[in-house]
């Protein structure tokens, strides 16, 4: 949870597009925008540094940037979306990823892997499998998260949550704040769990970004019980990214 760099994009106009699992309404690119530009000055605040890359308009889910690739060892790994949609976001990422980090790793898979199904710690990478990430995917990504170190861990993912980390976040090295969902499923053994309070099941996908944990504006009783719990709390408006299935982490790749 300690990081120097972040990339993030900036949202496309086609973000009206996005993939959602319910239809609440189309979100606004404006007030997306500004959302985005507030997270990418709260990730900065905290001494890092932020890339924002440029709209992409033919991928209208592509400023969840934390889908299509990895970064683990300052090395990024190019995964294979299960969206069909969002497929061309792994090439469209790469050379961003050859320029800012030190090197590029190609999934070689006929399955699929999203980033977003992908909870790294200290010492393990946990891996949700889930409607976007299978067991192919899976299996080939573990030798090249061997190779650089890590154990791999696979767990399911309830088959109502999209991504694994819709409903989980690393707070620390030991700590994990997860829906009771998400922790009754057993995933977590060996990690302590923060539960999310009933009703406040999406505040689950927050980020533990150098000293501060971001938290989505709406989840007082979580912010409260993080703070109770010794964690600096910042909260940040996440309103449009939800409209399309999107929380906190998706929005950045954390290296
Ligand atoms: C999608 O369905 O792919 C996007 N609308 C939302 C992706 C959210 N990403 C994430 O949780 N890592």
């Known amino acids: 949870f300690q990081f120097t760099h ?3 994009r900036t949202p ?13 309404g189309a979100p606004s690119p404006d007030l997306f925008r500004e959302e985005h530009a507030a997270y990418v000055s709260a990730l900065s605040e905290t001494g890092a540094t932020v890339i924002c890359l440029p709209p992409l308009e033919d991928f209208p ?12 060892c300052g090395r990024a790994i190019v995964l294979q979306p299960g969206a069909e949609t969002r497929r061309g ?20 898979t006929d399955g699929f892997v999203e980033g977003g199904d992908i909870l790294c710690t200290d010492h393990e990478v946990l891996i ?26 696979v767990v399911n993912t309830p088959p109502e949550i999209l991504h694994f980390k819709t409903e989980s ?12 969902l998400l922790a009754r499923s057993g995933c977590f053994d060996g990690y302590r769990v923060i539960e999310t309070p009933d009703g406040e099941e ?35 408006s ?18």
């Open 6 to 8: 972040a990339i993030t």
């Open 12 to 24: 496309s106009i086609s973000i009206t597009n996005g993939l959602r699992a319910e239809d609440r």
């Open 61 to 72: 889910d592509s400023v969840f940037v934390e889908d299509p690739a990895l970064i683990l």
């Open 89 to 108: 976001e792994a090439a469209a990422i790469r050379d961003d990823l050859l320029r800012y980090t030190d090197g590029v790793i190609d999934l070689n």
């Open 128 to 153: 949700g499998l889930s409607a976007r990430t299978n067991e192919a995917g899976v299996e080939d990504l573990r030798s090249v998260v061997e190779s650089l170190g890590y154990r791999l861990r």
């Open 169 to 180: 976040s690393l707070l620390d090295a030991d700590t994990i704040l997860a829906t009771p």
């Open 202 to 236: 999406a505040a689950a996908n927050s980020i533990r970004f150098n000293d501060t944990v971001f938290v989505s504006k709406g989840f007082d009783r979580t912010a409260e019980k993080l703070d109770a719990a010794g964690y600096k709390v910042k909260v940040l």
């Open 238 to 255: 996440t309103s449009q990214a939800a409209l399309v299935d999107g929380g906190l982490s998706c929005l950045s790749l954390r290296y």
